[in-house]
């Protein structure tokens, strides 16, 4: 049996150990702390460097080529002409853009899908789209009739344009980025002469 003379050596002994690992764990922390602390100014200074811009899509312009209403047979026949840019304002990075796909309506009924394969898009740079549409004969029902002749009179021909593209970039040692270009807007065109009346038609923040 130990004596009572030997239990103050071995407290000192635990609690010396018991400092010691506490002392680890504080150094572990704050290494840990430091070096989120500098990852964070690492990111920060980067992205003050390359100054990262978000890639977008935009209608620049259209023309309404042609439209034809039969009224006997309350068909409605179109041909349009949407350019759609694809801009990349990064000094320093390339963006692939996929998955663009649109949808032209008249009157709520879809006329025709705007798809175009994956493409990129070189730095501070665009890439524009011609997109030409000629529908089949649309059926127009009493209401949607009256609003297309409605539109002849007030010389304006409105169509709506939904859709968007995934859009991919990286941005120096920061890694890879991801977004989504979303647009949804409305066109309008004069119904006398059938050019296309400017707006704003774009994914950009604004």
């Excluded at 898009?121 to 649309?138: A, G, L, M």
């Amino acid at each position: 049996m130990p004596s009572n003379s030997k239990l103050p050596s071995l407290r000192s002994a635990r609690d010396g150990r018991r400092n010691a690992l506490v002392w680890c764990g504080v150094i572990i922390c704050t290494l840990l702390t430091l070096a989120v602390i500098i990852a964070g100014i690492v990111i920060f200074v980067g992205y003050l460097v390359m100054h990262p811009r978000v890639p977008y899509v935009s209608v620049i312009n259209a023309q309404l080529d042609r439209i034809q209403i039969d009224h006997f047979n309350g068909f409605l026949e179109i041909q349009v002409t949407i350019i759609i840019r694809a801009r990349n304002g990064n000094r320093l990075a390339h963006a692939t853009f996929l998955h663009s796909n649109y949808t032209l309506s008249f009157e709520r009924e879809d006329i025709a899908q705007l798809v175009a394969p994956a493409f990129e898009v070189n730095k501070n740079s665009s890439v524009d789209f011609n997109y030409e549409v000629q529908s089949s004969p649309i059926p127009l029902g009493p209401e949607q009739a009256d609003q297309v002749e409605a539109g002849f009179n007030k010389d304006l021909i409105t169509f709506g344009l939904k859709g968007g593209a995934r859009v991919r970039w990286k941005v120096g040692r920061l890694g890879p980025l991801e977004f989504s270009c979303h647009l949804d807007c409305r066109l309008h065109f004069h119904a006398s002469n059938l050019s296309y009346v400017p707006s704003s038609c774009t994914s950009k923040a604004k």
